[in-house]
């Protein structure tokens, strides 16, 4: 367990990770744990600093914040190429969010301190999302339409409620409800779909904002992305769908389809908000392909 790169998001959480991780990091380094710690200041920095430390040879690191320090730590690791070593990330979530580890039943800090003392590591997916300018590359979920429209809202407004903001900016954003459309293809298919929808998400693992179990049988190893398309709901359908996320049941509404694939393939050309991983950024989506076990996560 030695020689990890630590990367902490003290403004985490509404600043609450910066003493939270002092106090965390000294019980690691009592199980053995050996950490060069860097401390961000600005958004997109974890980004710098793990490009950096990778590209000098370190393999294993350790994301200490929320979601977005996960997402920002995984981008600058990747793209890894060819590169045969295996890469290890470590989540200390410290912030308000923390949706991936739910996957492993791992809810907070203390259990994610658990899983990082035993030290048990399991092959996950990656997701590539090219777009016109380049490529980001995520582990949670990835998301165009009303989600992103709420996602943005929830970082402008809403951030310091945890996941409690979420469904406030949902509540708030219902009155801007549109049905856009958003062209694709699944697995290399000739079949373009340009149904207009309410919002797509691309799912690597269960689920989004903490709680929301946004794609209930999403599995991180299995090799696929899951595609949850909602349908055009009217507002008293999304106000009346939207609670069920929180058990999964959501995939029952007779507007909501579920798939799996290996790679998407957008036919359109126009930059959209997209929600990757808790971020909202405005990207002209190409595809999304999945790299199977192309990461090392301690759960």
Do not use: W
């Not at 399991?122 to 999302?129: G, H, K, M, T």
């Not at 929830?154 to 469904?167: E, I, L, Q, W």
């Not at 971020?279 to 790299?291: D, G, I, N, T």
């Amino acid at each position: 367990m030695k020689n990890f790169v630590a990367i902490v998001n003290g403004a985490a959480g509404g600043g609450r990770c910066k003493a939270e991780a002092q106090k965390a990091l000294p019980r690691l380094r009592e199980a053995g744990y050996e950490f060069e710690v860097h401390e961000t200041t600005r958004p997109g920095e974890a980004t710098d600093i793990a490009r950096t430390k990778y590209q000098s040879g370190a393999r294993k690191f350790l994301s200490v914040g929320g979601d977005g320090t996960s997402y920002e730590v995984i981008n600058g690791i990747f793209p890894r190429g060819s590169e045969p070593d295996p890469v290890t990330l470590g989540i200390l979530p410290l912030g308000t969010g923390n949706s991936f580890l739910r996957d492993f039943k791992i809810t907070n800090g203390d259990q994610a301190m658990t899983a990082l003392i035993a030290g048990k590591t399991r092959s996950v997916d990656v997701i590539r999302a090219t777009h016109a300018q380049g490529a980001v590359y995520y582990i949670n979920l990835l998301s165009i339409g009303f989600s992103a429209v709420v996602g943005s809202l929830t970082n402008r407004r809403f951030k310091s409620f945890g996941p409690a903001g979420y469904a406030m900016a949902v509540i708030t954003s219902v009155t801007r409800l549109g049905h856009p459309s958003f062209p694709l293809s699944l697995d290399g298919e000739n079949h373009i779909d340009m149904r207009p929808c309410t919002l797509l998400s691309f799912s690597n693992s269960r689920f989004t904002a903490g709680t929301m179990m946004m794609a209930p049988t999403a599995d991180p190893t299995d090799g696929k992305v899951d595609l949850i398309r909602v349908g055009a709901l009217s507002r008293t359908e999304l106000l009346s769908a939207f609670p069920r996320i929180y058990k999964g049941t959501h995939l029952s509404h007779p507007k909501i389809e579920h798939t799996r694939a290996r790679e998407v393939t957008f036919a359109d050309s126009k930059r959209h908000d997209v929600m990757v991983d808790g971020e909202v950024l405005e990207l002209s989506l190409r595809s999304l392909h999945v790299l199977p076990g192309a990461l090392q996560v301690i759960a």
